[in-house]
C-alpha cells in the first residue's frame, strides 16, 4: 500500500544554514505520527516541503504516493493543512471564514462546520479579528478537518489551545485516525502527542536522532533502580554490567542506572537474598530532553 508520507534523504538549506539535513522517514496510511523536536529543529521545513511550500535542496519527499512539486494541487486537495502560522482573515466572522475556505474546496467539509465549531467551543458569530489566539487556532482546526481529508498534516495544531481544547483536539486526531486518516503532526512537547501518537520522530538540528513507538522510546532510556539485600554485598560483582552505571552500594541498598534492558544486573542479583527492588521510570519530559540536548546520542 502506498504510504501516507515518504522522505528520503530529504534536504533543505537556507542558503548557507540548514534547515533539514538528509532525512529519511515514512508515515504509515491511518497511522497518528508526533513529528517532535526543539524551536528551529526543522519541523516546520519539513512540513512545508510536503506541501510544495518550498523546495527541497535535495532528496524527495512523497505525499499519498505522490510528489508535491509535481502534483501540488491534488495533493492540497487530498489533505488537511494547518499552518504553524495559520491566519484567518480578520474582516470576515468565523462562519463566513470557514463557508468561504470550504468553498475554496468546492464546498466539502460545508456540513461539517456546524459540529466542529460546537464541539470546539467555537462562536461562529464573532469576527476573527476579535478572536483570541487560542480561538483562531481553533479556526484553523476546523478548515483542517472538516473535509475528512485522507492526511491531516498539523504544524504545532494545539498551539494557544486551552487544557480543555487541548483534549478536545486529541479526541479528534483519535476518532479520525480510528476513521483511517492519517495524522502528521509536530510539536515540541511530547506530552500533547503521547497519548495519541503510534509513533514519534524526533528531530534536532535538521537531523532525525530518534523513531519509535512511545513505548519504544521509554524502553531505551535510563532508570532508576534501587535494590535493598538483607545481608552484606560485594561492589565488584555490580561493576563493569553491560547497561548499568553510576553503581553506588551504602549499607545494603544498592542503587544504579540502567539502559536498556537489565539482564546482565538481573542475572547477579539472582545470586543474592533481595528484600526490595525499586525501578523508577523516567518521566517522558526528562527522555525528550536529554535527545533535545543530544545526551541520548552519548549515552
Ligand atoms: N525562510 C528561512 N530563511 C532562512 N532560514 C530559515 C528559514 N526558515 C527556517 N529557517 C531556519 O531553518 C531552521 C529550521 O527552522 P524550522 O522553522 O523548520 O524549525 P521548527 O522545528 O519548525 O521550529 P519552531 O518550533 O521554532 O517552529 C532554523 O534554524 C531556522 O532559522
Redesign the pocket.
Known amino acids: 500500500m502506498v504510504k501516507a508520507i515518504e522522505l528520503n534523504g530529504l534536504t533543505?538549506t537556507?542558503?548557507s544554514?540548514?534547515?533539514?539535513v538528509e532525512l529519511s522517514l515514512s508515515v504509515e496510511r491511518g497511522e497518528v505520527f508526533g513529528y517532535l523536536?526543539?524551536?528551529?529543529?526543522?519541523?516546520?521545513?519539513?512540513?512545508?516541503l510536503l506541501l510544495d511550500l518550498?523546495r527541497p535542496t535535495g532528496g524527495s519527499a512523497r505525499v499519498l504516493g505522490l510528489d508535491p512539486r509535481v502534483d501540488a494541487v491534488v495533493v492540497h486537495a487530498r489533505i488537511g493543512y494547518l499552518a504553524?502560522d495559520f491566519v484567518a482573515p480578520g474582516r470576515q466572522k468565523v462562519g463566513a471564514a470557514l463557508r468561504f475556505l470550504a468553498a475554496l474546496r468546492g464546498g466539502a467539509g460545508a456540513d461539517r462546520i456546524d459540529a466542529l465549531c460546537e464541539r470546539l467551543e467555537l462562536d461562529q458569530g464573532k469576527k476573527i479579528s476579535a478572536l483570541s489566539k487560542g480561538n483562531r487556532q481553533k479556526v484553523g482546526l476546523v478548515q483542517a478537518f472538516m473535509h475528512e481529508p485522507e492526511l491531516l498534516i498539523l504544524?504545532?495544531p494545539t498551539s494557544g489551545l486551552d487544557p480543555l481544547a487541548q483534549q478536545i483536539f486529541l479526541d479528534m486526531v483519535a476518532e479520525a485516525a480510528a476513521g483511517g486518516q492519517t495524522v502528521f503532526m509536530?510539536s515540541?512537547i511530547m506530552s500533547e502527542v503521547e497519548a495519541v501518537a503510534d509513533r514519534v520522530a524526533i528531530?534536532r538540528e535538521?537531523r532525525l536522532v530518534a523513531l519509535d513507538t512511545v513505548a519504544g522510546l521509554r524502553a531505551g532510556a535510563v532508570r532508576d533502580v534501587e535494590v535493598t539485600f538483607t545481608g552484606p554485598v560485594d561492589t565488584a560483582a555490580f561493576t563493569g554490567l553491560a547497561g548499568v552505571a553510576d553503581v553506588r552500594i551504602e549499607a545494603s541498598t544498592l542503587r544504579c542506572q540502567v539502559t536498556g534492558s537489565p539482564d546482565a544486573l538481573l542475572r547477579v542479583l539472582a545470586g543474592y537474598q533481595v528484600a526490595g527492588l525499586l525501578v523508577t521510570e523516567p518521566a517522558l519530559e526528562d527522555l525528550f530532553h536529554s535527545y533535545y540536548t543530544g545526551e541520548a546520542d552519548a549515552a
Open positions: 533543505k537556507y542558503g544554514s540548514r534547515g533539514l523536536g526543539p524551536n528551529g529543529a526543522g519541523k516546520s521545513t519539513t512540513i512545508r518550498i504553524g504544524d504545532e509536530s515540541h528531530i535538521g
